[in-house]
C-alpha cells in the first residue's frame, strides 16, 4: 500500500513506469496513472511516527490500534484523534505529530480494515522476490507530519 502526496486515502501500486506510476485507490477501486513529477509516493512500510524515543514505524502504531479494545474515533474530530493516541500509543510525540496527522493515521487504518489488508511489514526477502517481479517507484522514508497532511 502506497501514499500519494495530493490524493486522499491509500493506493494498491499495479504497475510502474519511469515517469510514474499506475495505482488503484483503495476506497473507491478506481485505476489511474500518477506522475511522478508532480507526486511524491510513500509506501506505508516506509513511513515512520515521532515519538518521545526513537521514531517507530506507522506499522507498529497501526498493530497498536489493532490491539487495542479503544473504540476507534470520528478522523474528523481533532480532539477526540488526540485522546484516542493518548491512550492506544502513549510513546507518540503529540507536538510533533499533528492532529490532521492523526486523523489521517485513523482513516487508513479503517480503510486498511475494511479491505481486510494486512497489517505488517514485509520481510526482505518477500521484497526481493517482489522487486524481481516488477519495477517499483522509488521512496523515501518519511515521517508522518505536514509534508504529508494534503493525502488526507
Request: proline letters at 3%; charged letters at 30%.
Amino acid at each position: 500500500m502506497i501514499s500519494v502526496t495530493g490524493l486522499g486515502g491509500l493506493f494498491e501500486l499495479v504497475g510502474s513506469k519511469k515517469d510514474g506510476a499506475i495505482v488503484r485507490s483503495l476506497d473507491d477501486k478506481s485505476t489511474r496513472f500518477v506522475a511522478s513529477r508532480v507526486h511524491n509516493f510513500s509506501h506505508l512500510e516506509s513511513i515512520e511516527v515521532y515519538t518521545i524515543r526513537d521514531n517507530v514505524n506507522l506499522v507498529e502504531v497501526f498493530t497498536a490500534m489493532k490491539n487495542s479494545t479503544e473504540p476507534l474515533p470520528s478522523d474528523k474530530e481533532n480532539s477526540a484523534a488526540k485522546a484516542y493516541f493518548e491512550k492506544v500509543y502513549p510513546e507518540m510525540d503529540f507536538e510533533r505529530v499533528y492532529t490532521s496527522d492523526m486523523k489521517k493515521m485513523i482513516k487508513w487504518f479503517k480503510s486498511l480494515q475494511a479491505n481486510n489488508v494486512e497489517i505488517k511489514l514485509r520481510d526482505s526477502s518477500e521484497e526481493e522476490s517482489d522487486d524481481t517481479k516488477q519495477d517499483t517507484v522509488s521512496t523515501t522514508p518519511d515521517s508522518v507530519n505536514a509534508d504529508q497532511a494534503g493525502t488526507a
